[in-house]
């Protein structure tokens, strides 16, 4: 779905300054599902937020209990030819 997302940017792209995808990803080094934001901006710049999270319930309601996050560079994946420095 993401890939989707990104190839729909991609041919766009004139349309944008930033873009943002997040996705609900299971990430094995936090044993946790988690959530992650891959931004990206038409300079060049790119950058990974991953939050593991777990589900609590409480009287019928989902809730989330967050745990520390990474933020980590990106990929560029909508303006590849462009490298902020």
């Not at 930033?18 to 790119?46: K, L, R, T, W």
Request: net charge positive.
């Amino acid at each position: 779905m993401a890939n989707l997302l990104w190839n729909g940017f991609r041919a766009e792209r004139d349309q944008y300054v930033v873009v943002a995808v997040a996705e609900d990803v299971y990430v094995p080094s936090f044993d946790s599902a988690a959530i992650n934001v891959s931004v990206e901006h038409s300079q060049g710049f790119a950058l990974e937020l991953t939050t593991p999270y777990q589900p609590k319930r409480f009287l019928r309601r989902a809730k989330l209990k967050f745990a520390d996050g990474v933020v980590a560079p990106g990929i560029l994946r909508v303006w590849p030819e462009r490298r902020g420095d």
